[in-house]
T-cell receptor, first 113, second 112 residues
Framework: DAMVIQNPRYQVTQFGKPVTLSCSQT?????MYWYQQKSSQAPKLLFH???????NEADTPDNFQSRRPNTSFCFLDIRSPGLGDAAMYLC????????????FGPGTRLTVT | QKEVEQNSGPLSVPEGAIASLNCTYS??????FFWYRQYSGKSPELIMF????GDKEDGRFTAQLNKASQYVSLLIRDSQPSDSATYLC????????????FGSGTRLSIRP
C-alpha cells in the first residue's frame, strides 16, 4: 500500500549525541514536512520541501537540520539533542502546497537521556 | 489572536449522541480546511477535508464551513467509544499557502 513510513518508531539517544530520523513515501508527493509534537500540543512545523526546494521555519533551532536526497526520502538530523528535544517527530507528505491534504507517517518517539 | 483556535476540552459526550467540535481561523482568505483525529501516542489521521461553504458528509462525520464567519466545525453522529481522541483542526491559510496551521486540538471523550 502507498504510505508514509518512518524509522525508527522509537529512538533513545543520549544528551548531545547526534541522531537521525528517516522518512520515506511511496505516494510520489512533491511536498514533505517535518513536525515536532510534544504532549497535548499541536504539531509544530520544523521544515518543508517542495521537491528539493528547502524551507526552514524561522523559529526552528539551528540544532535541527534536514536532507531530502530524492523524492522518496527525507531525513531529520538533530546535531546535539537536549532534554527539551524529547518529542514525537512526525513526517507528512502532500501532493502540492495548496488544496491538498497532508498524510502523516506513524511518527518517531524520541527520548533523550 | 491565534491563527487557528479550538476549545481544548475535554468534551464529554454520551455514547450514541452527536459530538460537535468547533474551530475558528483568523485569515479570511483561507481556502482549505481539514480535520484530523489523533489517538494518544499516535500520529494524526485525516478524517475530513472541506473547501466550499456548506456541509460535507462522510459516513457518521459531517464537516461544516462558514467562510463569512471564519468558522469550521465537525459533527460526529452516533458517537462511539472509539471516537474518543483529540481532534485537530487544520487550515491552509491564505497568508501561509505553503503549509497548514494546526489548532491545539479538542479532546473528545465518549462515555458509555
Amino acid at each position: 500500500d502507498a504510505m508514509v513510513i518512518q524509522n525508527p518508531r522509537y529512538q533513545v539517544t543520549q544528551f548531545g549525541k547526534p541522531v537521525t530520523l528517516s522518512c520515506s513515501q511511496t505516494l510520489n508527493h512533491n511536498v514533505m514536512y517535518w513536525y515536532q509534537q510534544k504532549s497535548s500540543q499541536a504539531p509544530k512545523l520544523l521544515f518543508h520541501y517542495y521537491d528539493k526546494d528547502f524551507n526552514n521555519e524561522a523559529d526552528t533551532p539551528d540544532n535541527f537540520q534536514s536532507r531530502r536526497p530524492n523524492t522518496s526520502f527525507c531525513f531529520l538530523d538533530i546535531r546535539s539533542p537536549g532534554l527539551g528535544d524529547a518529542a514525537m517527530y512526525l513526517c507528512a507528505t502532500s501532493r502540492e502546497y495548496t488544496g491538498y491534504e497532508q498524510y502523516f507517517g506513524p511518527g518517531t518517539r524520541l527520548t533523550v537521556t | 489572536q491565534k491563527e487557528v483556535e479550538q476549545n481544548s476540552g475535554p468534551l464529554s459526550v454520551p455514547e450514541g449522541a452527536i459530538a460537535s467540535l468547533n474551530c475558528t481561523y483568523s485569515d479570511r482568505g483561507s481556502q482549505s480546511f481539514f480535520w484530523y483525529r489523533q489517538y494518544s501516542g499516535k500520529s494524526p489521521e485525516l478524517i475530513m477535508f472541506i473547501y466550499s461553504n456548506g456541509d460535507k458528509e462522510d459516513g457518521r462525520f459531517t464537516a461544516q464551513l462558514n467562510k463569512a464567519s471564519q468558522y469550521v466545525s465537525l459533527l460526529i453522529r452516533d458517537s462511539q467509544p472509539s471516537d474518543s481522541a483529540t481532534y485537530l483542526c487544520a487550515v491552509n491559510l491564505y497568508s501561509s499557502a505553503s503549509k497548514i496551521i494546526f489548532g491545539s486540538g479538542t479532546r473528545l471523550s465518549i462515555r458509555p
